[in-house]
């Protein structure tokens, strides 16, 4: 069976203070006719990735040089694409398509979130082998995703994964983060999702990006009311590994 993942190790991403960081949330989109044909409004550029970084030779690519990670709230729709140094981007069809609302998520809707620098920091070994074996031991569907741990996981590996997340892991629920790379939580589970160019091979988890209004994207609640945030909505980011064709949606619990 092909691995659902694109890459590993993974890599947490958080807001950096670093003003040198060469990857970012937010901002302009990188490519200037990356605009949602639904909402008439520019894709929120969620990350732009610097893909240079020698930290992800996985995404050491000539046809592009950043990576940059779109997604339409105000629509909400599953889509594909493209992207190119010389193409710019490249709309490649609707995986499912609606109407956009005039208050969802919420009223005044930024058209383009602040540019924040971000660092991208490889996930601890110890860590990552804890997260492959709660995950992966599950299977593709994750029937057990929101269930309570198995009993081979061990205190020890449990008090590893709260220390490294920053919160108590009683389930997979709780291993959530924005990740770039190596094997996230699904909140929906893995899914097989087919490249609309015809490749053979199945697309495969690229990132998951969270809704953070405190200190991160203001996705789903604006920064002045963070109670309204659902922590637990997800952006998942799928890529074929074949021709790098982009599949963005929200999954949520």
């Known amino acids: 069976m092909e691995p659902y993942y694109f890459m590993l190790p993974g890599f947490r991403v958080t807001p950096s203070k670093s003003l040198k960081s060469t990857h970012w949330m937010g901002g302009e ?3 200037a006719n990356a605009k949602c ?5 520019p894709y929120g550029q969620l990350w732009c ?16 040089s950043r990576l940059s990670l779109y997604f339409c709230w105000t629509c909400g729709n599953d889509f ?10 490249k709309f490649k069809g609707y995986a499912s398509k609606r109407e956009p609302s005039s208050d969802f998520p919420y009223t005044n809707y930024p058209k383009v979130f602040d540019r924040i620098p971000i660092g991208i920091q490889r996930i601890p070994y110890e860590v990552e082998k804890c997260a492959l074996l709660v995950l992966g031991v599950m299977g593709e569907g994750f029937e057990d995703s929101l269930g309570m741990m198995k009993p081979w996981m061990t205190a020890s590996d449990r008090r590893e994964l709260s220390a490294y997340y920053g919160r108590d892991v009683e389930s997979p629920l709780d ?4 990740q770039l790379g190596g094997l996230p939580y699904l909140i929906q589970g893995a899914e097989t999702i087919a490249c609309p160019s015809g490749c053979t091979q199945r697309m495969r988890v690229l990132a998951t990006v ?23 909505a997800q952006v998942v980011f799928h890529i074929c590994p074949s021709c790098y064709c982009i599949h963005a949606g929200n999954r949520c619990d």
């Open 37 to 41: 044909d639904v909402c008439k409004r």
């Open 49 to 64: 990735i610097d893909c240079s970084d020698p930290k992800i030779p996985a995404l050491h690519q000539p046809d592009f």
């Open 29 to 31: 989109p990188f490519h």
């Open 175 to 178: 291993m959530r983060s924005d």
């Open 80 to 89: 594909y694409y493209e992207i190119g140094d010389r193409k710019g981007f």
């Open 210 to 232: 969270y809704s953070n209004p405190k200190n991160g994207l203001p996705m789903l609640a604006p920064r002045e009311h963070p109670e309204k945030n659902n922590p637990f």
